[in-house]
């Protein structure tokens, strides 16, 4: 079993900067791939970007050069540092951890980008 908390999320103005933390709990959490999903009201979630186990990373073309995922596997943490931020952003944004047939979701962060 893995828990999943993220946090950093809140309020920002078009152009600023916000990093998001997951803490995650579990055995054997160096094996998962880790991620960052968002979703808005009425649309699927979608992915954001992912961390494998060997630290190879993938970002969506909407954030590419403005954000980066990273993870610390002593702490057992994954970032996502979210740079030029636009309202277009808005969304609860939820940390994955994926392995085999094992899923597992936080219970998500909102990010607004507003002035």
């Known amino acids: 079993q893995v828990q999943l908390v993220e946090s950093g999320g809140g309020l920002v103005q078009p152009g600023g900067s916000l990093r998001l933390s997951c803490a995650a709990s579990g055995s054997a959490l160096s094996i998962y791939s880790l991620g960052w999903y968002r979703q808005v009201p009425g649309m699927q979630r979608e992915l954001v970007a992912v961390?494998?186990?060997?630290?190879?990373?993938n970002h969506a073309d909407s954030v590419k050069d403005r954000f980066t995922i990273s993870r610390d596997n002593v702490r057992n943490t994954v970032y996502l540092q979210m740079n030029s931020l636009k309202p277009e952003d808005t969304a609860v944004y939820y940390c994955n951890a994926r392995w085999l047939n094992k899923n597992y979701w936080g219970q998500g962060t909102q990010v607004t980008v507003s002035s």
């Open positions: 961390v494998g186990a060997g630290g190879s990373t």
